[in-house]
Protein backbone atom coordinates (compact mmCIF):
# COMPACT_ATOMS: atom_id res chain seq x y z
CA UNK A 1 0.00 0.00 0.00
CA UNK A 2 2.80 2.40 0.76
CA UNK A 3 4.33 1.92 -2.72
CA UNK A 4 0.78 2.70 -4.46
CA UNK A 5 0.82 6.07 -2.23
CA UNK A 6 4.30 6.99 -2.82
CA UNK A 7 3.47 6.34 -6.92
CA UNK A 8 0.52 8.40 -6.73
CA UNK A 9 2.35 11.19 -4.91
CA UNK A 10 4.82 10.93 -7.58
CA UNK A 11 2.65 11.80 -10.27
CA UNK A 12 0.59 14.48 -8.46
CA UNK A 13 3.74 16.99 -8.26
CA UNK A 14 3.66 19.68 -11.31
CA UNK A 15 5.60 19.11 -14.02
CA UNK A 16 8.26 21.50 -12.82
CA UNK A 17 9.08 19.38 -10.04
CA UNK A 18 9.44 16.51 -11.90
CA UNK A 19 13.03 15.83 -13.39
CA UNK A 20 12.98 16.13 -17.01
CA UNK A 21 15.57 16.32 -20.02
CA UNK A 22 12.48 17.71 -21.96
CA UNK A 23 13.07 17.44 -25.55
CA UNK A 24 13.09 20.86 -27.59
CA UNK A 25 10.50 21.87 -29.94
CA UNK A 26 11.90 21.36 -32.94
CA UNK A 27 13.01 17.47 -31.87
CA UNK A 28 9.26 17.32 -31.17
CA UNK A 29 8.39 18.33 -34.58
CA UNK A 30 10.69 15.66 -36.07
CA UNK A 31 8.66 12.90 -34.08
CA UNK A 32 6.12 14.14 -35.23
CA UNK A 33 7.52 13.55 -38.78
CA UNK A 34 8.61 10.02 -38.40
CA UNK A 35 5.29 9.20 -37.32
CA UNK A 36 3.16 10.76 -40.14
CA UNK A 37 6.03 8.66 -42.25
CA UNK A 38 5.47 5.44 -40.20
CA UNK A 39 1.72 5.59 -40.78
CA UNK A 40 2.31 5.71 -44.42
CA UNK A 41 2.41 9.39 -45.70
CA UNK A 42 4.68 12.21 -46.67
CA UNK A 43 5.17 14.93 -44.06
CA UNK A 44 6.43 17.33 -46.89
CA UNK A 45 3.21 17.36 -48.63
CA UNK A 46 0.97 20.37 -48.74
CA UNK A 47 -1.65 18.89 -46.37
CA UNK A 48 1.01 17.65 -43.85
CA UNK A 49 3.61 19.97 -44.03
CA UNK A 50 2.82 22.28 -41.27
CA UNK A 51 1.12 19.25 -38.99
CA UNK A 52 4.48 18.61 -36.98
CA UNK A 53 3.98 22.57 -36.11
CA UNK A 54 0.15 22.44 -34.87
CA UNK A 55 0.53 18.82 -33.24
CA UNK A 56 2.82 20.58 -31.07
CA UNK A 57 1.08 23.44 -30.15
CA UNK A 58 -2.36 21.29 -29.59
CA UNK A 59 0.11 19.12 -27.20
CA UNK A 60 0.83 22.24 -24.89
CA UNK A 61 -3.06 23.00 -24.42
CA UNK A 62 -4.29 19.06 -24.09
CA UNK A 63 -1.08 17.94 -21.47
CA UNK A 64 -1.59 21.78 -19.42
CA UNK A 65 -1.75 19.86 -16.21
CA UNK A 66 1.99 19.05 -16.40
CA UNK A 67 2.67 22.55 -15.43
CA UNK A 68 -0.28 23.19 -12.54
CA UNK A 69 -0.11 22.57 -9.15
CA UNK A 70 -3.45 20.67 -7.83
CA UNK A 71 -2.64 22.33 -4.13
CA UNK A 72 -2.57 25.86 -5.74
CA UNK A 73 -5.61 25.41 -7.43
CA UNK A 74 -7.52 24.39 -3.68
CA UNK A 75 -5.14 27.12 -2.01
CA UNK A 76 -7.93 29.34 -0.73
CA UNK A 77 -10.21 28.11 1.40
CA UNK A 78 -13.29 29.85 2.93
CA UNK A 79 -14.12 29.09 6.72
CA UNK A 80 -16.93 31.54 6.78
CA UNK A 81 -19.39 29.50 6.07
CA UNK A 82 -21.85 29.93 8.98
CA UNK A 83 -21.95 26.99 10.64
CA UNK A 84 -22.51 24.69 6.93
CA UNK A 85 -21.20 21.11 7.43
CA UNK A 86 -23.72 19.05 5.17
CA UNK A 87 -22.53 18.18 2.17
CA UNK A 88 -21.25 20.06 -1.14
CA UNK A 89 -22.14 18.50 -4.20
CA UNK A 90 -20.98 19.33 -7.79
CA UNK A 91 -21.68 17.23 -10.51
CA UNK A 92 -21.30 16.75 -14.16
CA UNK A 93 -17.86 18.34 -14.68
CA UNK A 94 -16.88 17.85 -18.30
CA UNK A 95 -13.41 17.03 -19.10
CA UNK A 96 -11.62 15.18 -22.25
CA UNK A 97 -8.26 13.20 -21.60
CA UNK A 98 -6.20 10.87 -23.13
CA UNK A 99 -5.18 7.13 -22.20
CA UNK A 100 -1.41 6.80 -21.41
CA UNK A 101 -1.20 3.60 -22.77
CA UNK A 102 -2.34 4.10 -26.49
CA UNK A 103 -2.68 8.40 -26.33
CA UNK A 104 -6.10 8.09 -27.66
CA UNK A 105 -8.97 10.55 -25.95
CA UNK A 106 -11.00 9.41 -22.83
CA UNK A 107 -13.82 11.97 -22.19
CA UNK A 108 -16.77 12.06 -19.73
CA UNK A 109 -18.41 13.60 -16.61
CA UNK A 110 -17.18 14.02 -13.08
CA UNK A 111 -18.67 14.05 -10.15
CA UNK A 112 -17.55 15.44 -6.24
CA UNK A 113 -18.77 15.70 -3.30
CA UNK A 114 -17.31 16.54 0.13
CA UNK A 115 -18.31 17.06 3.98
CA UNK A 116 -16.41 20.47 4.76
CA UNK A 117 -14.52 20.38 8.46
CA UNK A 118 -12.18 23.50 8.29
CA UNK A 119 -13.60 25.15 5.12
CA UNK A 120 -14.76 25.24 1.73
CA UNK A 121 -13.24 26.01 -1.59
CA UNK A 122 -14.59 28.38 -4.46
CA UNK A 123 -17.05 25.70 -6.25
CA UNK A 124 -15.48 26.55 -10.01
CA UNK A 125 -11.86 25.05 -8.25
CA UNK A 126 -13.26 21.90 -8.14
CA UNK A 127 -13.58 22.29 -11.96
CA UNK A 128 -10.28 23.42 -12.54
CA UNK A 129 -8.94 21.05 -10.33
CA UNK A 130 -10.15 17.81 -12.34
CA UNK A 131 -8.91 20.04 -15.44
CA UNK A 132 -5.57 19.80 -13.90
CA UNK A 133 -5.49 16.30 -13.74
CA UNK A 134 -7.58 15.70 -16.69
CA UNK A 135 -4.85 17.27 -19.49
CA UNK A 136 -2.30 15.06 -18.40
CA UNK A 137 -1.53 11.48 -20.11
CA UNK A 138 -3.64 9.07 -17.52
CA UNK A 139 -5.48 6.32 -16.47
CA UNK A 140 -9.26 6.95 -15.50
CA UNK A 141 -8.61 4.96 -12.19
CA UNK A 142 -5.55 6.88 -11.02
CA UNK A 143 -7.08 10.23 -12.34
CA UNK A 144 -10.36 9.15 -10.03
CA UNK A 145 -7.58 8.71 -6.72
CA UNK A 146 -5.77 11.79 -7.37
CA UNK A 147 -8.97 14.07 -7.30
CA UNK A 148 -9.67 12.56 -4.25
CA UNK A 149 -6.12 12.40 -3.05
CA UNK A 150 -5.42 16.42 -3.32
CA UNK A 151 -8.82 17.43 -1.70
CA UNK A 152 -7.95 15.68 0.68
CA UNK A 153 -4.29 17.00 1.78
CA UNK A 154 -5.92 20.71 0.97
CA UNK A 155 -8.80 20.48 2.84
CA UNK A 156 -8.68 17.68 5.23
CA UNK A 157 -12.79 16.98 4.67
CA UNK A 158 -14.72 14.66 7.14
CA UNK A 159 -15.01 12.74 3.56
CA UNK A 160 -14.66 13.08 -0.15
CA UNK A 161 -16.59 11.14 -2.77
CA UNK A 162 -15.55 10.94 -6.71
CA UNK A 163 -16.79 9.79 -9.58
CA UNK A 164 -16.13 9.57 -13.12
CA UNK A 165 -18.27 8.29 -16.13
CA UNK A 166 -16.12 8.39 -19.29
CA UNK A 167 -16.11 6.89 -22.98
CA UNK A 168 -12.47 5.74 -23.91
CA UNK A 169 -11.65 5.43 -27.45
CA UNK A 170 -8.83 2.77 -27.26
CA UNK A 171 -12.53 0.80 -26.81
CA UNK A 172 -14.53 2.46 -28.60
CA UNK A 173 -12.63 3.38 -31.96
CA UNK A 174 -9.40 0.60 -32.26
CA UNK A 175 -9.29 -2.95 -30.29
CA UNK A 176 -12.56 -4.49 -29.83
CA UNK A 177 -14.60 -1.38 -31.62
CA UNK A 178 -17.54 -1.27 -28.77
CA UNK A 179 -18.90 2.21 -29.19
CA UNK A 180 -20.38 3.90 -26.13
CA UNK A 181 -19.13 1.49 -23.58
CA UNK A 182 -19.02 3.67 -20.07
CA UNK A 183 -16.17 3.15 -17.47
CA UNK A 184 -17.11 3.93 -14.42
CA UNK A 185 -14.63 4.70 -11.15
CA UNK A 186 -14.97 5.95 -7.83
CA UNK A 187 -12.67 6.70 -4.99
CA UNK A 188 -14.87 7.09 -1.18
CA UNK A 189 -12.23 8.51 1.92
CA UNK A 190 -13.76 9.13 5.42
CA UNK A 191 -16.85 8.94 6.36
CA UNK A 192 -18.51 7.73 2.71
CA UNK A 193 -15.61 5.52 2.74
CA UNK A 194 -17.24 3.86 6.50
CA UNK A 195 -20.35 4.96 5.74
CA UNK A 196 -22.44 3.02 3.06
CA UNK A 197 -25.14 4.99 3.89
CA UNK A 198 -23.11 8.17 2.44
CA UNK A 199 -22.38 6.42 -0.12
CA UNK A 200 -25.74 5.65 -1.05
CA UNK A 201 -26.91 9.58 -0.30
CA UNK A 202 -23.74 10.44 -3.00
CA UNK A 203 -24.85 8.21 -5.30
CA UNK A 204 -28.91 9.31 -5.00
CA UNK A 205 -28.20 12.98 -5.26
CA UNK A 206 -26.03 12.37 -8.44
CA UNK A 207 -29.04 10.81 -10.27
CA UNK A 208 -31.85 13.32 -8.54
CA UNK A 209 -33.26 15.17 -11.71
CA UNK A 210 -31.65 12.38 -14.24
CA UNK A 211 -34.16 10.47 -16.32
Known sequence: MDDVVKSLSKRMKPFAEIPSNRPTREEAEDAVRTLIRWAGDDPHREGLVDTPKRVTKAFKELYAGYKDDPHEVLNKIFAEVEGYDDIVLVRDIPFYSHCEHHMVPFFGIAHIGYYPSKGVVGLSKLARLVEVYARRLQTQET????????????????????????????????????????????QFLGVFKDDPAEQVRFLTLLRQGKA
Open 143 to 186: MTAQIAQALQDSLEPRGIAVMIEAEHMCMSMRGVQKAGAMTLTT
